[in-house]
């Protein structure tokens, strides 16, 4: 089953206003989780790093004011796209992982600002 | 610049044929790689991993090749099976990424019945 939630799966939203994107760990505690971005035929590009109990850490060229990302709990991560344009439109990916494993995603978001 | 590439952006095979992925990559620290597998509205999945202390690591179906001299690394499906049709991303990490994944575009592999 999933091990990493990710709520919604589907938002519109139109520009200007600003989309929450939730991401939860289930069963384990993440004191680190990724947040990735992802674009039509193109690979996923990590946007930033989500620390708990600390700020993120952004990949260059990703305003942090433009994505505010809060890791308020173990379990939990929030992306929050500010003043959207229809340029964010695209698909959000939250990831996790616990010990050792392997990156485990979430199944992402489609956000489409209009 | 992509540091992780996969050259051909689809695959077409035949059930019961082998599908072979293809992956390369420029950045000569990096130390572990993974194969992840995404369906359409879903999050990748992770499908098989490989370190750069090995050249094969095989679970069932599914085989990667390490070629560290080329840096090149494939994964091979046997036999290919109609579920195997999505999306495939070759990752890398390692070096001045750290824990972090670098992905390449993707390969749509189609397996035909």
């Known amino acids: 089953g999933a091990v990493v939630s990710q709520h919604p799966s589907r938002v519109i939203c139109k520009s200007g206003t600003s989309v929450k994107i939730e991401c939860r760990s289930l069963d384990f505690q993440a004191t680190t989780m990724f947040w990735y971005r992802q674009f039509p035929k193109q690979s996923l590009m990590l946007m930033a790093t989500s620390n708990e109990g600390s700020k993120a850490t952004y990949e260059q060229g990703v305003e942090k004011d433009k994505f505010l990302i809060n890791h308020a709990s173990l379990t939990l991560s929030t992306l929050t796209v500010t003043s959207a344009h229809p340029e964010d439109s695209s698909f959000y990916i939250c990831?996790?992982?616990?010990?050792?494993?392997?990156?485990?995603f979430g199944n992402g978001t489609r956000l489409t600002v209009t | 610049d992509q540091q992780v590439k996969q050259n051909s952006p689809s695959l077409s095979v035949q059930e019961g044929r082998i599908s072979i992925l293809n992956c390369d990559y420029t950045n000569s620290m990096f130390d572990y790689f993974l194969w992840y597998k995404k369906y359409p509205a879903e999050g990748p999945t992770f499908l098989i991993s490989?370190?750069?202390?090995?050249d094969k690591n095989e679970d069932g179906r599914f085989t990667v090749f390490l070629n560290k001299s080329a840096k090149h690394l494939s994964l091979h499906i046997v036999p290919s099976q109609p579920g195997d049709s999505a999306v495939y991303f070759c990752a890398a990490s390692g070096g001045e990424y750290g824990n972090k994944l670098v992905f390449g575009a993707g390969t749509i592999l189609r397996v035909k019945s």
């Open positions: 990831s996790a992982r616990w010990g050792g494993s392997p990156l485990h």
């Open positions: 490989i370190s750069s202390i090995k």
